[in-house]
Nanobody, 124 residues
Framework: QVQVVQSGGGLVQSGGSLRLSCLASGFAVENYAMGWFRQAPGKEREPVACIVSGDDKTYYADAVKGRFTISRDSTNNTLYLQMNDLSPEDTAVYYC?????????????????WGQGAQVTVSS
């Protein structure tokens, strides 16, 4: 079965760190465009960080550059998002996704495989 299953998330104080994980099955994360997206209350879903297939080229939203790091482990077939120096503005539901198609040369399309979402709440 082709799917991605997320883990991680939770409540953290401002300035803290969290790591999100996304375990893929049915496909190899290094062969797909993989990405992390988030949706805050009342806002549209937005890409946070993406990594292209077969390469280490990455995309980061301006709001998270220097604080978040996307990575993947081919041995565990898992995608990660390390989030440091979190702020209340990072509060959102975070989703991982994978697709062999791109929508901006870096990120997977909406038609790929999406995780179930994980709530990240940053308190001030």
């Amino acid at each position: 079965q082709v799917q991605v299953v997320q883990s991680g998330g939770g409540l953290v104080q401002s300035g803290g760190s969290l790591r999100l994980s996304c375990l893929a099955s049915g496909f190899a994360v290094e062969n797909y465009a993989m990405g992390w997206f988030r949706q805050a209350p009342g806002k549209e879903r937005e890409p946070v960080a993406c990594i292209v297939s077969g390469d280490d080229k990455t995309y980061y939203a301006d709001a998270v550059k220097g604080r978040f790091t996307i990575s993947r482990d081919s041995t565990n077939n898992t995608l990660y998002l390390q989030m440091n120096d979190l702020s209340p503005e990072d509060t959102a539901v975070y989703y991982c996704a994978g697709d062999f198609r791109y929508y901006n040369n870096y990120c997977p399309t909406n038609n790929g495989r999406w995780g179930q979402g994980a709530q990240v709440t940053v308190s001030s």
